[in-house]
């Protein structure tokens, strides 16, 4: 090889090391930004507990990018500033879709990153995993239509208590859901309960009777879980396990997962990105 086409190697080489140290400086900054105006969510939620640090070295991890939504609507009163800073308008959710697609990412369900890590499921470094929590019933009449439209899977985390309320999944759209073949449904607790700080046997009634009563209900098998409002300790985790999840989701930021963090799983807010810049910023996430 020249000597020219080793000196322009290595300046190939080490623009691209600036491009990603730049996106990565413009991800941090960008996190730190959503971590400041994270709506109802305490600041410790979104932060790897001191105790729970991961001893996997970068190699042994995984990259899952775990996207993490709630409202998929027109927010019509601009007073309520916690459901708009939970909400993607539509528009920018199918953007977000067409970015995927566009990329020829595959999506998968939450229940599948066991099998994932386990190497029983073959996985693409271009894939994502798709998550809304609550089970508002947007769910059903925005995202659902989309997901079907480009051929997208979806999990969905249902408060159980919450099933034919007002603005939520009723359940007639859920088994509508589960027929379609797009959508896993798993477990948000019975009514959405502040697991942290809640008593042990509480909060492991909330955990457990959940998985129980969606199963007896829709007759499928509840897999994964997610923490109401990030909030978790040890103990609930334990919880978590004992019920027979095989994973569970939190709110801590980063799109990489191994099975030392499978009960508490990173994901991505989507606010982070536009439809233009999403494959850009998850692919350049090392977190």
């Known amino acids: ?172 759209q859920i088994i509508e859901l589960i027929d379609s073949g797009l959508v896993e449904i798993g477990s948000h607790t019975l009514d959405h309960v502040y697991l942290k700080q809640a008593p042990d046997i509480y909060a492991e009634k909330q955990i457990s009777e959940s998985k129980q009563k969606f199963e007896e209900q829709f007759r499928i098998k509840i897999k994964t879980f997610a923490y109401p409002y990030g909030a978790f300790n040890n103990m609930n985790i334990e919880s978590v396990k004992k019920a027979g999840y095989t994973a569970a989701v939190s709110v801590i930021n980063g799109s990489l997962q191994d099975k030392e963090n499978l009960f508490y799983m990173s994901r991505i807010r989507p606010g982070l990105f536009t439809p233009e810049t999403m494959i850009q910023m998850i692919e350049g996430m090392n977190r």
């Open 1 to 172: 090889m020249s000597v020219a086409a080793i000196l322009l190697l290595s300046f190939l080489y080490y623009f691209e090391r600036q491009k990603t140290s730049q996106l990565n400086i413009k991800l941090n900054k960008l996190i730190e930004k959503q971590d400041i105006e994270a709506p109802y969510y305490d600041k410790s939620a979104l932060l790897l507990p001191e105790n729970l640090k991961n001893n996997k070295k970068l190699e042994d991890k995984v990259k899952i990018p775990i996207i993490m939504y709630h409202y998929v609507e027109y927010v019509k009163d601009d007073g309520d500033l916690i459901r708009k800073r939970l909400d993607i308008l539509p528009s920018v959710f199918e953007g977000h879709l067409q970015s995927l697609k566009k990329a020829n990412y595959e999506t998968y369900f939450v229940k599948d990153i066991p099998e994932i890590l386990n190497g029983t499921i073959h996985y693409s470094t271009q894939s994502a995993v798709l998550t809304f929590d609550d089970g508002y019933e947007d769910f059903y009449t925005v995202a659902f239509p989309l997901l079907k439209k480009y051929h997208v899977r979806a999990t969905v985390y249902v408060i159980y208590d919450y099933i034919g309320r007002s603005g939520f999944l009723s359940e007639k």
